[in-house]
Nanobody, 124 residues
Framework: QVQLVESGGGLVQAGGSLRLSCAASGRTFSNYAMGWFRQAPGKEREFVAGISTSGFRTYGADSVKGRFTISRDNAKNTVYLQMNSLKPEDTAVYYC?????????????????WGQGTQVTVSS
């Protein structure tokens, strides 16, 4: 399994931006499709954005389209989530996840490795 460590969370005002990073180790990163999920208190974990192994294909939840961008740097074994125009409803713990290959996967059960999560809090 690949090991994942997220960073970049924090407290930001509504309308602000944050960039989350997820560093991978332990396996060939470029063989893994990556995803970002989030989980707010009392809610189920939900898909945010995904990216193919090469980075050529990205896809995201309707709630974040036009605001969040997922990208990856396979040379640095890192995937990113650029979050702009943040809203209070984006407040959650954000997790990155990995699965070997795969395209357009969006369910938590589709992924086999998870990071520990990073808190994002958006104040109004």
């Amino acid at each position: 399994q690949v090991q994942l460590v997220e960073s970049g969370g924090g407290l930001v005002q509504a309308g602000g931006s944050l960039r989350l990073s997820c560093a991978a180790s332990g396996r060939t990163f470029s063989n893994y499709a990556m995803g970002w999920f989030r989980q707010a208190p009392g809610k189920e974990r939900e898909f945010v954005a995904g990216i193919s192994t090469s980075g050529f294909r990205t896809y995201g939840a309707d709630s974040v389209k036009g605001r969040f961008t997922i990208s990856r740097d396979n040379a640095k074994n890192t995937v990113y989530l650029q979050m702009n125009s943040l809203k209070p409803e984006d407040t959650a713990v954000y997790y990155c996840a990995a699965r070997l290959f795969g395209i357009s996967v969006t369910k938590p059960t589709d992924f086999t490795s998870w990071g520990q999560g990073t808190q994002v809090t958006v104040s109004s």
